[in-house]
């Protein structure tokens, strides 16, 4: 069997001025036309030549291909260092500052505009240097609240008001408590709404009998490092929040979720009223 020869073998018939597209440009609207057509014949099951094939082509083909592109595709690194550099020459600087499209950022890329942005403005495009003055006043302020925010978190005011907007309280487990307290008369309120904080955390029971006791109703996902698949910190684990509170002169008693759900109402006020003896 002969070896096939290309037709176009050595012919140049679309190479430079022959070529149609010669010194021409697809529009915008062309090209977003051309994309959409596209989309349209993969969604309907089209498929790539090539998908799923192997050894299309020997390594010998694909050593002269590789050849062939060598230098086609100049690489720039785009790096703040290399923007930085670019800069500062004048000539950069002047092309920047009155371009009037994207097309002066084919400095860094082959096509001037970058893929998925085809057809799309940037956010920023119209905006006067007034306007550009008040979003840089508005990232300054929200730049101030993120650590204006953990020094109010200490606020027990503060903290009432983020807590009630953002968890919905009492929990499941806490209300089975509130009913074993209000069932056998113990001297605990709930303020797991916020009524109470200290330091930041606001527990979930508090004795209103004068004296300083805490309860708090614990969970596995949010208090216990070993069962828990996120980091806990250490002042939400048992013996951080026991410490925690130790500052202020509060004794906590912690009763895990896990244990309540496998005790009797009656067991649930024996384990208060030994915590209460201590």
Not at 9 to 15: E, L
């Amino acid at each position: 069997m002969s070896k096939h020869t290309p037709w176009n073998k050595g012919k140049h018939v679309f190479a430079g001025e022959n070529n149609p597209m010669y010194g021409r440009h697809h529009s915008l609207e062309t090209k977003r036309k051309m994309s959409e057509t596209l989309k349209n014949q993969y969604k309907n099951g089209r498929k790539v030549w090539s998908k799923g094939k192997h050894g299309v082509y020997s390594e010998e083909a694909r050593r002269k291909m590789s050849r062939a592109k060598k230098g086609s595709h100049p690489k720039v690194p785009f790096t703040s260092e290399h923007l930085k550099e670019l800069w500062t020459t004048p000539e950069f600087r002047a092309k920047m500052e009155n371009r009037k499209s994207t097309k002066g950022l084919h400095i860094w890329h082959k096509h001037p505009h970058p893929r998925g942005m085809l057809g799309k403005n940037a956010w920023n495009k119209g905006l006067i240097k007034e306007t550009d003055a008040k979003i840089a006043k508005v990232a300054k302020k929200l730049s101030e609240g993120a650590s204006s925010f953990f020094r109010l978190r200490k606020d027990p005011e503060f903290m009432k008001h983020c807590l009630k907007a953002l968890l919905k309280r009492p929990t499941k487990p806490e209300k089975r408590l509130i009913n074993v307290i209000q069932k056998y008369g113990l001297p605990y309120d709930y303020v797991g709404d916020g009524k109470v904080i200290i330091e930041g955390k606001c527990p979930d029971f508090i004795n209103n009998n004068g004296a300083k006791r805490i309860i708090e109703v614990f969970g596995d996902v949010y208090h216990n490092p070993d069962k828990s698949f996120i980091e806990i910190s250490y002042q939400r684990t048992e013996q951080g929040r026991k410490e925690l509170f130790a500052k202020y002169g509060f004794e906590t008693l912690i009763l895990w979720d896990s244990r309540i759900n496998q005790m009797s109402d009656s067991e649930i006020a024996e384990a208060i009223r030994e915590f209460e003896e201590q």
